[in-house]
């Protein structure tokens, strides 16, 4: 049993913002594995198998600062292990398109990632960090991952999506490593 769970905000107000990179990622591999969204987990949660292996998928509607909310309940109800959780999420340390793949480690200054540590009382799970740069002379954290992405921008993150998507699904079949070593 495994968890992907996407990190972003609820809305349309929201849909195409740097936070929202999780969010963006997850809907598509819910569509290209032909999983389908119900209410659940306070979130949108698919499920089905791959693999032989009943696969999770969940968008936490808490809003980003309380994602541990979420993915507490889902991986208590379920009991699934820190091991077999991904957090898919945007990071600032990164240039736009660069991806990271972790198999633990802090939260790095990243609201979701505090809530997800602080409710599940380990940093023992994977995550997908996906580049979304730093903010611009004068802007403010807050404006820079609430602000939606240029059109240069969006090609950058249309490569690098679908390297992600690569990424996950190495990551579904137990080869972590391997995505390490090719996307990282």
Request: proline letters at 2%; charged letters at 25%; glycine letters at 10%.
């Given at each position: 049993?495994?968890?992907?769970?996407?990190l972003?905000?609820?809305?349309?107000?929201?849909?195409?913002t740097?936070?929202?990179?999780?969010?963006?990622?997850?809907d598509?591999?819910?569509?290209?594995?032909g999983?389908?969204?119900?209410?659940?987990?306070?979130?949108?949660?698919a499920?089905?198998?791959?693999n032989n292996?009943?696969?999770?998928?969940?968008?936490?509607?808490t809003?980003?600062?309380?994602?541990?909310?979420?993915v507490?309940?889902?991986a208590?109800?379920?009991?699934i292990?820190?091991?077999?959780?991904?957090?898919?999420?945007?990071?600032?340390?990164?240039?736009?398109?660069?991806?990271?793949?972790?198999?633990?480690?802090?939260?790095?200054g990243?609201?979701?990632?505090k809530s997800?540590?602080?409710?599940?009382g380990?940093?023992?799970?994977?995550?997908?960090?996906?580049?979304?740069?730093?903010?611009?002379e004068?802007?403010?954290?807050?404006?820079?991952?609430?602000?939606?992405?240029?059109?240069?921008?969006?090609?950058?993150?249309?490569e690098?999506?679908?390297?992600?998507?690569?990424a996950?699904?190495?990551?579904?079949?137990?080869k972590g490593?391997?995505?390490?070593?090719?996307?990282?």
């Amino acid at each position: 049993m495994k968890a992907v769970i996407g990190l972003g905000n609820p809305g349309l107000k929201y849909r195409n913002t740097r936070h929202n990179v999780g969010f963006r990622l997850l809907d598509t591999l819910v569509k290209e594995t032909g999983f389908s969204y119900r209410d659940d987990f306070r979130g949108k949660l698919a499920e089905g198998r791959l693999n032989n292996k009943r696969i999770f998928f969940l968008k936490p509607y808490t809003f980003m600062n309380l994602s541990g909310l979420a993915v507490r309940e889902l991986a208590g109800f379920y009991k699934i292990p820190g091991q077999d959780i991904l957090v898919i999420h945007d990071d600032m340390d990164l240039s736009l398109g660069k991806l990271r793949l972790r198999a633990k480690g802090s939260a790095g200054g990243h609201n979701g990632l505090k809530s997800i540590i602080s409710e599940l009382g380990t940093q023992d799970f994977w995550r997908l960090k996906i580049g979304v740069g730093r903010p611009k002379e004068g802007w403010d954290v807050v404006n820079h991952v609430l602000s939606s992405f240029n059109k240069e921008e969006e090609k950058v993150l249309a490569e690098i999506l679908d390297q992600a998507y690569q990424a996950v699904n190495l990551w579904l079949e137990d080869k972590g490593i391997e995505a390490m070593n090719k996307f990282n």
